[in-house]
């Protein structure tokens, strides 16, 4: 149950700061009482991150964008969060690591808490929960609220990133997504030449899984549509 989990009342009261120390802005941060700030935004999401494979493969390909693990399991959060501080020790030199985070959240609960409007650029959703049974599949992390909400927190142009090796729920997260007035899937050529699809195939806990068991594993990209005009 996730009950005692607190939630920020809007994106401007986050304590990004204590996420991202290396990112805070210095200039606007005095050492007057106004709160301390980052210089850039969280930009991409792992929403279920699990143990952190997707993260920890993605930070040092892009060293200056912030990217935050969301994990609703509290040991598997504090391991994630523990293990980026240990590689943010190993890697002072280089200042790699200091641009991911993990905390522990229902990604199924007040997203919009979390981030503004089209703050975001990437949303990946990595072999999440299947819920095979059909009364168990409004648990699923995709579905046309739950879209509504990635829609908003994703800018237009941003992408929203699946992969299961379950052929069922692949299908079920295409039709949502698809039928979503928001989102359209972005053709297979150009998924091909996307760095994030290879290291959501190979660097995630469960795609190694898949790999040794010799599994499927079906990918989907959605690209967040501009609004139409009003
Ligand atoms: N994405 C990782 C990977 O590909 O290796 C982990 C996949 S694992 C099968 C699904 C993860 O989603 C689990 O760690 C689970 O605790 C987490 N999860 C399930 N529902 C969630 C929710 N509502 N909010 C945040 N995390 C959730």
Redesign the pocket.
Known sequence: SDHTLVYPESPEVMDWPSYYPAFVDEEASGETASPRRLRKDVEIL??????G??LVALAPLMPETLMLG????TS?AQFVQEKIWALREQNAASKLYQNAACLR????KFLPNFFRKAQLSKIFI????PHFKARKHKAR?VSATLNSEYAFVLRPGGIAYTITDVEALHDWMVDHFSAHPSFERVPEEEEQGDECVKAMMSE????KKVERNKGQKFVALFRRLEDPPW
């Open positions: 792992d929403i279920g991150c699990g143990f494979g997707l969301l994990e609703i399991r598997v959240a229902n990604a199924m990595c072999f999440p929960d992390i995630t806990e469960e795609g």
